[in-house]
């Protein structure tokens, strides 16, 4: 197994735990209904679409990945 194969391993795995404390926590995590966010209700049920949330948890990702790996 190279080096950055397990470093990469051992950020996912942090990640993960710090997401999984919060969740167990009961904390939510400030991304419901961004500007950008399709809520469509309806008699029969309600669809929710996160676009603006996906784009900000995108480029937060990016970019903590680009500071974590950068040669």
């Known amino acids: 197994m190279s080096p950055e ?3 990469f391993l051992v950020v996912i ?5 710090v997401v999984g404390g919060l969740a167990m926590a009961g ?13 469509i209700t309806g ?4 669809l929710f ?10 480029i937060v990702l990016t970019l903590l990945f680009n500071l974590i790996f950068r040669r």
């Open 49 to 58: 679409i996160p676009l603006g949330s996906m784009l900000v948890i995108s």
């Open 43 to 46: 008699d029969r049920g309600g």
């Open 13 to 17: 795995g942090i990640v993960l735990m």
């Open 5 to 7: 194969l397990g470093r």
């Open 27 to 39: 904390i939510r995590l400030p991304f419901a209904r961004l500007p950008g966010d399709i809520a």
